[in-house]
């Protein structure tokens, strides 16, 4: 079975996209609709910005997303998924994939998200860090213990094993990453971001954004999406609405979906978008796999 897999924030680059625009009036077609939904023209600063302006949230969530559903919509033709997921953004781009979601409900929705998300970091301050080669177990006790002295600190994104994001306030994920590598962490490296993601501190845009997502309609999939929340298989569009709005506070399970989807029997993975980040992922939870991209 063919596993469709959808990169999320991190993947950016400037250029991405620009082969595609230049190459299929369908792919220009898209682009040139998100610039008009979005009031302004994306296509700009993905193309020839600068890497500032396109690590903005409210450019690089969109831009993925165009990447992304653009791509896999000029490859209709050999596109045919048994199975999607996607790595946090990435879930809006496998929606429009398996039709749960039209093109432009899932733009409108993913600009929506990253301003929502923006506003959470206004009014919550974070950071996130990556905490590699310790234990799962470990890592999770050592941020229940900070979270219990008033500082929010959580694992955020089981992205493979040996490989965990935690996500919280700057305080309690400084005093985190000294208690990780005092526990034998091989690293625990603070990342470049601008918030707290999949933390309690997105709470402000988990209340946004459900407002938004109920107003939406949503189709019964042609394939399952195994949602980050559950790791699990879902279709009902009522359940996928659900698990989309608890995403924003809740891990990132990849770790979990991947081996699902292949309990499930998928036998190959192929990445949609920009970078080459989730096949390796996927080479790290199972090497034996067949993962690629288009």
Known sequence: MK???????????VGMGKDLYESSEGAKQLFERANELLGFRITDIMFGGTDEELKQT???????????????STKNDILHPDMVAGHSLGEFSALVVNKTLSFEDALILVSKRAMAMQHACEQHPGTMAAIL?????????????????????????YNCPWQLVISGSINGINIACE?????????????????AFHS?????????????????????PI????????????????????????QLTAPVKWTQTINQMITDGATSFTEVGPGKVLQGLVKKINPALEAGSI
């Open 3 to 13: 596993a469709y897999i959808f990169p999320g924030q991190g993947s950016q680059s």
């Open 58 to 72: 409210s450019v690089t969530q969109p831009a993925i997303f165009l990447h992304s559903v653009i791509l896999a």
């Open 133 to 157: 080669n310790l234990d799962e177990t470990l890592i999770e006790n050592i941020c229940s213990e900070i979270s219990h002295y008033g500082d929010v600190v959580v694992a955020a994104n």
């Open 223 to 246: 394939c399952p999406i195994y949602q980050n929340v559950t790791a699990m298989a879902v279709s009902d569009p009522a359940e996928i609405k659900m698990n989309l709005i608890s």
């Open 200 to 220: 309690p501190l997105m709470e402000p845009a988990r209340i946004e954004l459900a407002a938004a997502i109920h107003a939406t309609s949503f189709n019964t």
């Open 179 to 195: 208690k990780m590598k005092a526990a034998g962490a091989k690293r625990a490296l603070v990342l470049p971001v601008g918030g």
